[in-house]
């Protein structure tokens, strides 16, 4: 079982930037697809980047080109740095960890991020 915890949140202006980070506990970090997932005000859960064990990374059509998922396996930590922040990015982002074999799943408690001037 993985435990994860996001921090990093906060407010920011339109075009401002922000780190997430995700620290795991309790398991074998490397087992680990481990991804960034958004849920705005009345909307669903929507995936925002994922980065696997090797480093390789997928990204939403909404992210690409502003956000960047890295993973410090040493650390046991994933980060997603978001740069040119837009209202639109307003959301609880929340930290996954999916085993890459067993597809187990687990979810932090989220971190808000408010993009606003």
């Known amino acids: 079982q993985v435990h994860v915890v996001e921090s990093g949140g906060g407010l920011v202006q339109p075009g401002g930037s922000l780190r997430l980070s995700c620290e795991a506990s309790?398991?074998?970090?490397?087992?680990?697809?481990m991804g960034w997932y958004r849920q705005a005000p009345g909307k669903q859960r929507e995936m925002v980047a994922t980065?696997?064990?090797?480093?390789?990374?997928t990204y939403a059509d909404s992210g690409k080109g502003r956000f960047t998922i890295s993973r410090d396996n040493a650390k046991s930590t994933v980060y997603l740095q978001m740069n040119s922040l837009e209202s639109e990015d307003t959301a609880v982002y929340y930290c996954?960890?999916?085993?890459?074999?067993?597809?187990?799943?687990?979810w932090g408690k989220g971190t808000l991020v408010t993009v606003s001037s």
């Open positions: 980065v696997t064990q090797r480093g390789t990374t």
């Open positions: 996954n960890a999916r085993h890459r074999i067993y597809d187990t799943e687990y």
């Open positions: 309790g398991s074998d970090f490397s087992l680990y697809i």
